[in-house]
């Protein structure tokens, strides 16, 4: 599985980004798409995810600022972020996850995209 995320840039305080990543590659199904993000000096966070049905989980900071969707058909996943805050830098990872049975788990990252946003 390949995963390439796009979307990252530098915006001012309370602006708006969205980003997308798209698998490709072969694979079944893929369970969990999501988003971490890393910003300097700081581990890697888990900001939001979403099921093959599209059920979301979400880090409590994102409070309602993000949302995350699927297109399943696309194998593609977007968070949408909203009234973005100097604190949301850092690069965004897609994450992806495929659940391969006995409790096995195929877990695969993309590059990253910088999300930069200036107070």
């Known amino acids: 599985v390949q995963l390439q995320a796009s979307g990252g840039g530098l915006v001012q305080a309370g602006d708006s980004l969205r980003l997308s990543c798209d698998a490709s590659?072969?694979?079944?199904?893929?369970?969990?798409m999501g988003w971490y993000r890393q910003a300097p000096g700081k581990e890697r966070e888990l900001v939001a995810g979403a099921t093959r049905a599209g059920t979301p989980s979400y880090a409590d900071f994102v409070k309602g600022r993000f949302t995350i969707s699927r297109d399943n058909a696309k194998n593609a996943v977007y968070l949408q972020m909203n009234s973005l805050e100097p604190e949301d830098t850092a690069v965004y990872y897609c994450?992806?996850?495929?659940?391969?049975?006995?409790?096995?788990?195929?877990?695969?990252w993309g590059q990253g995209t910088q999300v930069t946003v200036s107070s």
């Open positions: 590659g072969s694979f079944p199904s893929i369970n969990v």
């Open positions: 994450n992806a996850k495929i659940y391969a049975g006995s409790g096995r788990k195929n877990e695969y």
